[in-house]
């Protein structure tokens, strides 16, 4: 394949080689020509038909689903169209096009952070692209196709072509200039860190930036770095210099708080504060995971949990994640997240504990009167990397949608894994009955988090928790382990 450098830093014209004679001829593209290009990785192929003068765009989708583009036209002829839309690029603002037809075989490499829009020269023009990112129609965007600043000489075209009235949809004649688009696009890749991959929610939020093409991540343990040690936070840190950095690691242990609180706030309160301090020093947003336990859940079983609600820990675990949101609320810069009934592939967790006694005991006394939402980790993942990708800072309350109590859960995890096992349901004091309560730690009896600032944000809500729980199911008994790479 011939690459053929544009105006445009990181776009090129792209001549696969033709083998043919005399019957035509056969031609191709291969995933290491595109993944050297700049391509992360194949997910569609889609095509459109256009009559003459039918300008399309110009379009872009924002993060965390930007997308890179291969395109060609198999019928007729299109005048391909880009803009570079990167902010920190030299070329910023500028755009180049190209005369794509099937004769002279071209394809136009598309980078990530650029705008992208064509004129059908013909009728039944057809025009296929390669996609290397999911399509959300959610995150669509785009600039206006004659925004007078990029300054593209369309009219030279209609002249030339006869085209007397551009074509346009109603969206896309009514566009924003680029000076107003509010889309942030950089050439230079963002950097993530993301502490706790050894748990649930850090594995996910790995995989999920790795399925969005974001490959500059460093995913560090407890071995990896010591979140108590802030000279050892603040070498590593500073040496990386995250843009973002999502802190999932925790002591999450409830009731071993109960008897260690020196050691879960050593962890959940000093550790987030180093966090924080090495995080202003480079200039990175946090993005952190509290909990449903900085409410008392004392309210009334009907009603919901706000952001704006009064906090009120009743037990040692959830009194040191809310002293750990103070400590982040000291970057201004930040995603406080709380959450509740975490389920993931990556650690131990509620369904994994019923599955393992299902297989060793034919009924199960499971508590009845704790109210909540189950919330799969995969799910949470990406809802926390499209927030890193936006400036909406706050609080938000993040779970799957539905509630239910623990012994509905479980209900639920028997019926969908086919399990005999009875679940008997009991009270917390039933539940605790015989047991020293000054070991076990306070939950919640309402654990109901409402979602309406999320949805408000522009952030779509979680599917139901029973959706969930079947696809967590078929996760596990796929068995497959993601393996992360070493930054």
């Not at 690459?3 to 792209?14: A, M, V």
């Not at 075989?105 to 009728?123: E, N, Q, S």
């Not at 209609?158 to 566009?175: G, T, V």
């Not at 994640?321 to 009934?341: A, M, Q």
């Amino acid at each position: 394949m011939k690459k053929i450098e544009t105006n445009l830093k990181d776009c090129y014209i792209l001549e696969p080689k033709r083998f043919g004679d005399n019957r035509g001829y056969f031609s191709s593209i291969t995933k290491e020509e595109l993944e050297e290009l700049g391509f992360k990785g194949f997910y569609q192929k889609s095509e459109s038909k256009s009559v003459k003068g039918t300008v399309r765009g110009l379009h872009f989708q924002k993060d965390p689903y930007c997308q890179a583009k291969v395109v060609y036209c198999t019928n007729g002829a299109v005048l391909d169209v880009v803009v570079d839309m990167r902010k920190d690029s030299e070329t910023y603002g500028q755009y180049t096009s190209v005369e794509l037809t099937p004769e002279n075989g071209k394809m136009l490499y598309v980078p990530r952070g650029f705008a992208h829009g064509f004129v059908a020269l013909t009728d039944d023009a057809i025009f296929n692209y390669f996609v290397d990112n999911k399509y959300m129609p959610r995150m669509e965007g785009g600039i206006a196709w004659d925004d007078k600043e990029v300054n593209i000489p369309w009219n030279d075209t209609f002249n030339q072509y006869n085209i007397d009235m551009p074509l346009l949809s109603a969206k896309d004649s009514n566009r924003c200039t680029l000076e107003q688009c509010d889309a942030k696009f950089y050439r230079r890749p963002r950097r993530f860190l993301v502490t706790g991959v050894t748990g649930q929610l850090g594995y996910d939020i790995v995989k999920e930036l790795y399925e969005r093409g974001e490959y500059d991540v460093l995913a560090l343990s407890s071995k990896d770095m010591d979140i108590t040690d802030i000279n050892q936070v603040m070498n590593i840190v500073k040496n990386y210099k995250p843009d973002v950095i999502f802190h999932c690691a925790a002591w999450t242990a409830v009731d071993k708080a109960e008897v260690m609180p020196e050691e879960c706030k050593k962890v959940n309160i000093e550790g987030t504060k180093n966090i924080v301090d090495a995080s202003l020093e480079v200039g990175a947003k946090v993005i952190y995971t509290s909990t449903d336990y900085v409410f008392d859940g004392t309210k009334y079983i009907q009603d919901t949990y706000s952001e704006n609600d009064k906090t009120h820990p009743m037990s040692v675990y959830g009194n040191t994640k809310y002293l750990g949101e103070e400590e982040v609320r000291r970057n201004p810069n930040h995603f406080i997240t709380r959450i509740s009934w975490v389920f993931g592939i990556n650690g131990n967790n509620f369904v994994k504990t019923m599955l393992r006694l299902a297989d060793k005991l034919d009924k199960l006394n499971v508590v009845d009167d704790q109210i909540g939402s189950p919330t799969y980790t995969v799910d949470l993942a990406k809802t926390l990397v499209e927030m890193s990708f936006t400036e909406k800072y706050g609080t938000y309350n993040i779970t799957n949608e539905g509630y239910c109590s623990w012994a509905e859960f479980a209900k639920y995890i028997m019926k969908v894994n086919n399990k005999n096992c009875i679940i008997n349901p009991v009270t917390t004091e039933e539940y605790y009955a015989g047991k020293d309560i000054s070991l076990i730690a306070y939950r919640p009896k309402n654990s109901k988090l409402e979602k309406n600032k999320l949805e408000s944000a522009g952030f779509e809500r979680l599917p139901e928790w029973q959706d969930a729980v079947d696809r967590y199911s078929e996760e596990l008994n796929t068995n497959k382990v993601y393996k992360y790479k070493k930054n």
